[in-house]
T-cell receptor, first 115, second 112 residues
Framework: AQKVTQAQTEISVVEKEDVTLDCVYE???????LFWYKQPPSGELVFLIR??????QNEISGRYSWNFQKSTSSFNFTITASQVVDSAVYFC????????????FGKGTMLLVSP | EPEVTQTPSHQVTQMGQEVILRCVPI?????FYWYRQILGQKVEFLVS????????KSEIFDDQFSVERPDGSNFTLKIRSTKLEDSAMYFC??????????FGEGSRLTVL
């Protein structure tokens, strides 16, 4: 069975601070995908990244970066120089690497960025 | 940019009533999904649909739920007799094989 744990329920930061959202996962699969989604107050789910378990290179996209550590089963997400618009709930998710695999989501971390 | 569209955005219904939530997946996608998010909780998988049949379903997806793709474009989720605990945001999603699962903006269902 797959499981995703986001231990941080809520994080509050002041604008321009860096913040890291933690994600720890469990799976018996040797190949899998990891995802991060953003859910702003308006409610939609916004795709941020998908990472294949074979690819352990860290990735950077603008102010966002992801640190995948297979040895510790973690896929952490860092926002550099946070902005008020980053305020949202962030979900980490896991899926098997097969044709129509479903996503198992963590409970989410609510990030509040104040001016 | 391609998108998944869902209607209605919000529906209020009385307990025991039937509800149909509609989704138009991205046109060349082959895999379709419904997920549910009870307020303040995590997103949970309900059902996946491929080649005009259910390919996988969760424990949540019991006999009161059904899905169909009646006309080749719409993908619907029907709840036959709604219960209070069905109140949630329902997300439709579609997938092609490129890795990104595209979600719609969700349909909020409130059961009174």
């Amino acid at each position: 069975a797959q499981k995703v744990t986001q231990a941080q329920t809520e994080i509050s930061v002041v604008e321009k601070e860096d913040v890291t959202l933690d994600c720890v996962y469990e799976t018996r699969d040797t190949t899998y995908y990891l995802f991060w989604y953003k859910q702003p107050p308006s409610g939609e789910l916004v795709f941020l990244i998908r990472r294949n378990s074979f690819d352990e290179q860290n990735e950077i996209s603008g102010r966002y970066s992801w640190n995948f550590q297979k040895s510790t089963s973690s896929f952490n997400f860092t926002i550099t120089a946070s902005q008020v618009v980053d305020s949202a709930v962030y979900f980490c998710a896991l899926s098997e690497a097969r044709g129509y695999s479903t996503l198992t989501f963590g409970k989410g971390t609510m990030l509040l960025v104040s001016p | 940019e391609p998108e998944v569209t869902q209607t209605p955005s919000h529906q209020v219904t009385q307990m025991g009533q039937e509800v149909i939530l509609r989704c138009v997946p991205i046109s060349n996608h082959l895999y379709f999904y419904w997920y549910r998010q009870i307020l303040g909780q995590k997103v949970e998988f309900l059902v996946s649909f491929y080649n005009n049949e259910i390919s996988e379903k969760s424990e949540i997806f019991d006999d009161q739920f059904s899905v169909e793709r009646p006309d080749g474009s719409n993908f619907t989720l029907k709840i036959r007799s709604t219960k209070l605990e069905d109140s949630a945001m329902y997300f439709c999603a579609s997938w092609q094989n490129t890795g990104e699962l595209f979600f719609g903006e969700g349909s909020r269902l409130t059961v009174l």
